[in-house]
């Protein structure tokens, strides 16, 4: 949700700059813009893509923003980046300034004329009326972010100067180091083409870049010295690579996510209490990664683990409890996952994030950290990362099985070689693809779908009625199988889809009580299963490879991955970026 790059050194910034803004798309936005520096400031912005900019300026300095809109429509006017009166200085903010009415009534009450709608503006005229009294670029920014409240990252330039100022406050910002060249960027894929060297931004820091120098400093202007650290991604990591979409191609790399998420699984330390209760916070695909991972956790360690959805967590009472809360969230950015974070933290609780994003903004609200390391994920609908998420899981749920004493050396071994073959078994399931594209083209022009399963299967229902939905457009349920009969029913029809999740297990019977159910209204089923006893109730069978119903989680969300990618594609819909979705959702 919304893209930050600035850009300094001796390259031409607005080639760079569109470039970042482009690799930054997949946040989500509506509408885009840089300014550049060439004795004065020149912008360009306009509602609609990147690709609408024609980036035709000179100058070595520059800023550029995507934006998703949240105060103001939209239009060509309300983007960013915005200057103040005098065209001295240009913003581009990522976030929520919530005093923006009162500071602006103030600065109109002073002479400033506003041109957008948006809260963001303000932050430019402030500059302007900072740098009257400071007389000095770094000083003014200074003193005009203390005078914000809310959320935010900023990038700024004022005309005549090399450097660029930021800031970062709830919102991500990250600098890159180049050679005669820097940059900041919102995230990592923004520059790398250019550099993998990176100092991550926390909440409070404020950084002055020039093309030779980076340095630190906090609110109140005092210098701070700060880490950088070297991101291993490659740049290609973040290319389509001869894909068509980036779903697909992050689907492909799943069994690599998987390698590297378990590779550094193993190699962090983390000491977690016992407390004889965990809650799952997060939210969509991150929601039913931890959703499955529950059911796992509960088998392996008999103590209750009670899921929440991010945005609902402040609503619930302070009810007295001792527990380790597991905040779950790909990019570390979401804010109704960080608040939530927060209120466990503040009720006391000992907290763990899972996260794809070193140094994201859920790192610096828990107690402790687990990476996947699932590498950068563009595509909105989220897929490598889910699978990485519930690996973390599974690895944790037997982590703490041996640290609570509750299973013995053996039978954590017996785990951990099922473990370790997730990478094999997300590879079979990747051969099914031709298979699953056939189904997809008796879905394509279906509007409703139904998603049934019971058990750990449950929520991947959940997580392929979600996929399906997001970027196909077909209106997706997901239900305990059980809970059919005591409603959705009614809407089963002749030709009614509907894709059943069946492990062998002891849902196994009943699942195909339920499949006959609905099949006997009419529905078109799909059955995605090992067991070919399945075959003969059904409409459609997906042979999947596992047999051991509690990994058989990894293959059946590959298998749920490729019905919706597939069914997506014939629709003609915009596959990696779907409508009114953003990749990583910033405002509550
Ligand atoms: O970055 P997070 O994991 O916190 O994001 C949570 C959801 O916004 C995200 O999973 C969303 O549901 C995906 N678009 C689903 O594909």
Not at 113 to 130: M, P
Not at 237 to 264: D, R
Not at 337 to 345: H, S
Not at 373 to 389: C, L, N, R
Request: overall charge negative; hydrophobic content about 35%.
């Amino acid at each position: 949700m919304c893209g930050i790059i600035g850009y300094t050194g001796f390259r031409k910034a607005a080639p760079i700059l569109l470039d970042a803004l482009k690799r930054l798309e997949y946040r989500g936005y509506d509408s885009a813009g840089i300014a550049v520096i060439n004795h004065e400031i020149k912008v360009e912005k306009r509602s609609g893509y990147v690709s609408y900019l024609s980036g035709n300026m000179e100058g070595h300095v520059g800023i550029g923003h995507t934006r998703w809109a949240t105060h103001g429509e939209p239009t060509d006017i309300n983007a960013h980046p915005f200057v103040d009166c005098r065209n001295e200085f240009a913003i581009v903010h990522n976030g929520i300034i919530e005093n923006h009415e009162k500071l602006k009534e103030d600065l109109i009450k002073k002479g400033h004329r506003y041109s957008s709608k948006t809260d963001s503006e303000v932050i430019a005229h402030l500059l302007e009326e900072e740098y009257e009294k400071a007389g000095d670029f770094r000083k003014a920014f200074i003193n005009a972010i203390n005078r914000l409240k809310g959320s935010f990252a900023i990038a700024a330039i004022h005309k005549g100067e090399k450097r660029i100022m930021g800031v970062k406050k709830e919102s991500p910002l990250i600098v890159g180091i180049g050679d005669g060249e820097n940059f900041l960027a919102s995230d990592v894929p923004a520059f790398l083409p250019y550099t993998n060297r990176v100092v991550i931004l926390e909440d409070g820091d404020v950084c002055e870049i020039t093309p030779k120098s980076v340095s630190f400093y906090d609110m109140n202007g005092n210098p701070v010295e700060k880490k950088e650290e070297y991101i291993d991604w490659s740049p290609e990591s973040a290319e389509k690579s001869g894909y068509e979409h980036f779903m697909l191609k992050e689907i492909y790399e799943q069994p690599v996510a998987i390698e590297n998420t378990v590779h550094s699984l193993f190699s962090t330390h983390i000491d977690l209490k016992y407390h004889g209760k965990i809650n799952v916070i997060a939210c969509g695909t991150s929601y039913n990664a931890g959703f499955a991972g529950k059911y796992l956790m509960e088998k392996m360690l008999k103590i209750p683990v009670e899921m929440h959805y991010s945005s609902e967590y402040r609503t619930r009472p302070n009810v007295r409890e001792r527990a380790l809360s597991i905040l779950i969230t790909q990019s570390g950015e979401t804010a109704d996952t960080l608040m939530a974070a927060k209120i466990a933290r503040k009720r006391g609780h000992e907290t763990l994030a899972i996260t794809n994003v070193l140094g994201s903004s859920i790192t610096h609200h828990v107690d402790h950290v687990l990476y996947t390391s699932a590498g950068p994920e563009i595509g909105v609908a989220a897929t490598k990362t889910f699978m990485a998420q519930l690996a973390s899981m599974y690895y944790l749920s037997a982590k703490l099985g041996v640290d609570y004493g509750i299973i013995n050396e053996s039978r954590h071994e017996e785990f951990m070689e099922e473990f370790r073959r997730i990478p094999r078994l997300i590879e079979n399931s990747l051969q099914l693809e031709d298979d699953i594209k056939k189904i997809a083209y008796e879905l394509k022009d279906k509007e409703h779908m139904f998603y049934i399963a019971r058990g750990i299967n449950y929520p991947l229902a959940m997580e392929g009625a979600l996929k399906m939905k997001e970027i196909s457009y077909i209106h997706a349920e997901a239900y305990p199988a059980g809970e059919l009969k005591h409603g959705p029913l009614a809407l089963i029809r002749k030709g009614t889809p509907v894709v059943a999740i069946v492990s062998k297990d002891e849902t196994y019977e009943k699942m195909l009580s339920n499949i006959k159910e609905v099949s006997a209204r009419g529905a078109y089923v799909i059955a995605i299963s090992s067991e070919s006893e399945v075959k003969s109730y059904v409409d459609q069978w997906i042979r999947t490879p596992s047999n051991n119903p509690d990994f058989s989680t990894f293959s059946s969300a590959v298998v749920l991955q490729l019905l919706a990618y597939h069914t997506a594609k014939l629709r003609g819909c915009e596959i990696d970026k779907p409508r009114n979705l953003a990749k990583s959702v910033t405002v509550e």
